[in-house]
């Protein structure tokens, strides 16, 4: 089977990359995994909960020209109206539909200890860490075990939200 067979199924603009889901015959899936494999590994990565694969932003036109129906794909979703109107929340914020980013597995776990979601920003796992600590510090009666345990999870999210956030913006997600 050739890349020109390939047939995309789905393909969807995320935060930081692109959602991409091809047709489940073996023959289309090896002709694109050998094209997503010859990506940088982190430039992809397969999301099984959606069953897609996550291909970033820098990547995703090397990906269209080793696959046609990619790049057909990424051509559509470029030229897209855009419904403004229809973004916009009660008070006027442009509000978007969610997306799920890739998250680490340890980094969700440390998410999970804070009380939240993987993906949440900054500002909320400071106010998770804050919280938890009012319960949990030795000085308010707490374990200092708690507290490392509090203080290591804010941490290695804080660190992974820095670096994801550096990636961004020097276009190396």
Known sequence: MSAEDVTVTRFEGVEDGYLVAFAVSRAVLSAALGAIVALDPWQRRWIQREQAWWIADDAITLLARRLPAVGAALAEWQARPIDILGSLGAYGWATARRHDVYV?????????????????????????????????????????????????????????????SAAAHVGMR
């Open 104 to 164: 680490p597995r340890e980094v969700a776990a440390a998410y999970g200890r804070l009380g939240l979601e993987p993906g949440a920003p900054a500002v909320e796992v400071a106010a998770a860490r804050r919280a938890l600590a009012r319960r949990a510090h030795p000085d308010a009666g707490g374990r200092h075990e708690s507290m490392v345990a509090i203080n290591a999870a804010t941490d290695l999210v804080l660190s992974w939200l820095n670096r994801h």
